[in-house]
Nanobody, 123 residues
Framework: VQLQASGGGLVQAGGSLRLSCAAS????????MAWFRQAPGKGRELVAA???????SYADSVKGRFTISRDNAKKTVYLQMNSLKPEDTAVYYC??????????????????WGQGTQVTVSS
């Protein structure tokens, strides 16, 4: 499984960005997918995860501002980020949990990772 993330960039506080992550290889629609982020000097943290059937979960810090979605036919997961804040600045990674079923929130649960895309929010 290969993941290709895109859509990062520089935006002013209050602005929006949409990240995309296209999967290729041996991937099935019942896989769960997620976005993580890692800010400078900090550990990687879950931003949002989405179940194969569409159920989702979010970190408290992004609830109401970010929306995760997926297009199974295109094998793509999206992260719509609105009302961006400087503290959202990080490298964003998409990831796949091939076990499906229950939505998992831990880094170790995700076997496949994209290369990361930089999001920078200026104040």
């Amino acid at each position: 499984v290969q993941l290709q993330a895109s859509g990062g960039g520089l935006v002013q506080a209050g602005g929006s960005l949409r990240l995309s992550c296209a999967a290729s290889g041996r991937i099935f629609s019942n896989y769960n997918m997620a976005w993580f982020r890692q800010a400078p000097g900090k550990g990687r943290e879950l931003v949002a995860a989405i179940k194969w059937s569409g159920g989702s979960s979010y970190a408290d810090s992004v609830k109401g501002r970010f929306t995760i979605s997926r297009d199974n036919a295109k094998k793509t997961v999206y992260l719509q980020m609105n009302s961006l804040k400087p503290e959202d600045t990080a490298v964003y990674y998409c990831a796949v949990d091939p076990r499906g079923f229950a939505l998992r929130m831990e880094i170790a649960d995700y076997d496949y990772w994209g290369q990361g895309t930089q999001v920078t929010v200026s104040s």
